[in-house]
C-alpha cells in the first residue's frame, strides 16, 4: 500500500534526489520534461532499458537495494559500452499491489546510491501501477563528438577483448557493476564495443553482422565455478566486449579472446568450429 | 507467437523505421544507444511514460494502431506542453503472451505514423516480455536556451488558459493530438504551461503549488455531451493549460477559463468554492 498517493510519493522521490544534481541539468523531477542544456563539444548518447519482475528480478531473490541498483546498471552498461561518461536519467516505475512504502525507499537508496558513484542525476521519470513491478531506465551519457564506441565498426585482423571473466553465478548477478571505467579507457584506441547481457557467442555475433566481419575465438576467461557453456550461453555478465587494433595494451583486467576475420559475416567460431547462434532471447524461451 | 526471435523482431522495427531519420541523428536502432548530436543554441526536453494494458489501454477497445499511437502521443504531449519541438524517441516494448506478428507490425504502425507528423525519429527502445503489454516512450525536444516553459513560473494576476474542451468521452481518446503547434505558439508569451492528463482540478491543483500560487476559475469549456464534473476530474484530455499576462492573444481555439491568484498555495476555486484536489491517481484507485 502506498500512502500519500501520487503526489505524495514524488515529492518524497524528488527529496531523496535533491542530494546531487548535474550542472547541466536546467529543471529535474516534477515538471513535464527534464530540462538539459548540452555541450556542442559533445554527442549524447541514450539508452533505455527494462528491469520486469519475473522476467529480470525475482522479489524472494532480489532486495528492493538490489533492483533499484539492477534497473540503474543496466542503463549504465550501455553508457559504458559507447565510452560515454552518464549525465542523468529518467525513471519508470509501475508498481504492484504488493509494493509499500518501504519497498519504494529501499529501491531509491539501491537506485540512488549507484547514481552518486556515477555522477548521474535522477532527473524525472514516470509513476503507474500494474500487476509485476515494472521498471524502465532511460540514460544518457556524453561522448566527445564522433568519439561514441559503436558496435558496426570492427575490422579485419582486429583483437576481441572481454573487460572480465564471464558465466557468472546467479547471486552476483544481484548487483551488477556497469563498466564506465573501462568503457572510458578504451575509448581512445578500440574500434568496436558492446555490453554482454545475453551471453558471449549471441552477443559476439551481433557485433560481427553489425561490422560485416566473423570472429574466431582463441579462449573463453570462465569465473571460477562456471562452465564454458554458461560464459558462452549464459546472460547478464555486464561485461565489455571491444575489438581494438592488435598489438594495443588494454586496461588492467582485461583480456585478449580471440581476433576478427573475414569470415562469413556474423559467424563466431570457436577452436576452428562454428558456435551455434544461441543466448538469452526475450522471444524464444 | 512472435516469429525469428528478438534479432528478427529488431531488424524488422528497424526497417519501418528507416523511412525518416533527423539529421541530428548519430547513430540509431540496433548499438548499445542512440547517438545524438546537440546544438549549442537549444535546451533539450526529456520525458518518459507507460501505456500499461489494462491501465492506459484495454485490447478489446483499443486497436493496436491506436496503441501505438497513443504511446508516442504522450510522450509529444509532454514535449509540447514545454513549447519544444520533437527530436527523437526511444521506445520500451513489453510484449504480452497473446501478442503476435501482425499486432507488432500494425502497433508500429499507428506509432510511425505519428512520428512522422511531427518528424520524430525513433532512434532506438528495448524488447522484453510480461503479463500484459507495457510500453515505455521515451521522447526528447529542443527548445531555444532558456525558453522551456515550465509549470514553477506562473505569476498571480495571469490569466488561466485551456488549448479545447475538456472531459473527452473515451472513443475520442483512442488517438489523442499532442498539442505540439499550440505549445510553441505561446512559447513567447506564455508564463507556465502543462499537459491535461489527470483532470483539470489535479492538474491545475500541480501548477500552482509549483509556482506558489493559487487559481479562480470563471468557467470550464466542456465537450458536447460531457459534464462538467467529468472536465473537472476526469483523465487525459491531453489539451494544454497555461497562463499568460492578461491582454495577450491566445492562438485561435483557446479559451480563457480564469486567474491566477494570491490566495492559499496550490487552491483551485470556481465560482467562490475550493474544488477538491481529487483526480485520476495511479495510488487511489
Not at 26 to 34: F, N, P, Y
Not at 97 to 112: A, M, N, Q, S
Not at 265 to 280: E, K, N
Amino acid at each position: 500500500m502506498i500512502e500519500r498517493g501520487e503526489l505524495g510519493l514524488v515529492d518524497r522521490i524528488r527529496k531523496r534526489a535533491a542530494g546531487w544534481t548535474g550542472p547541466q541539468i536546467v529543471a529535474g523531477i516534477g515538471d513535464d520534461c527534464a530540462v538539459f542544456r548540452p555541450n556542442a563539444r559533445e554527442d549524447l548518447v541514450f539508452t533505455t532499458d527494462f528491469l520486469i519482475e519475473d522476467v529480470h528480478f525475482r522479489r524472494d531473490t532480489h532486495s528492493p537495494e538490489d533492483i533499484g541498483h539492477k534497473a540503474l546498471a543496466r542503463g549504465l552498461s550501455d553508457i559504458a559500452a559507447m565510452g560515454a561518461e552518464p549525465r542523468f536519467a529518467l525513471l519508470s516505475l509501475a508498481l504492484a499491489p504488493w509494493v509499500d512504502d518501504l519497498w519504494v525507499d529501499r529501491f531509491y537508496t539501491g537506485f540512488l546510491r549507484l547514481a552518486r558513484r556515477w555522477k548521474t542525476t535522477l532527473a524525472g521519470g514516470d509513476l503507474s501501477h500494474t500487476d509485476k513491478v515494472a521498471c524502465d531506465i532511460v540514460a544518457c551519457g556524453a561522448v566527445p563528438r564522433g568519439q561514441a564506441l559503436r558496435r558496426d565498426s570492427a575490422r579485419v585482423g582486429d583483437a576481441v577483448w572481454v573487460s572480465g571473466a564471464l558465466g557468472k553465478p546467479w547471486r552476483t548477478h544481484l548487483r551488477p557493476k556497469p563498466r564506465i571505467d573501462v568503457g572510458l579507457a578504451v575509448r581512445g584506441f578500440a574500434t568496436a564495443a558492446m555490453d554482454l547481457t545475453d551471453g558471449l557467442a549471441l552477443d559476439l555475433h551481433r557485433l560481427c553482422q553489425a561490422s560485416g566481419v566473423s570472429a574466431e575465438l582463441d579462449r573463453v576467461p570462465v569465473v571460477r565455478g562456471s562452465t564454458q557453456q554458461q560464459a558462452l550461453y549464459g546472460g547478464e555478465d555486464y561485461e565489455l566486449l571491444f575489438t581494438a587494433p592488435e598489438g594495443v595494451a588494454a586496461p588492467r583486467g582485461c583480456r585478449r579472446i580471440g581476433s576478427i576475420g573475414d569470415g562469413p559475416v556474423g559467424q563466431v567460431s570457436l577452436g576452428g568450429a562454428a558456435l551455434p547462434v544461441r543466448g538469452y532471447d526475450h522471444f524464444r524461451l
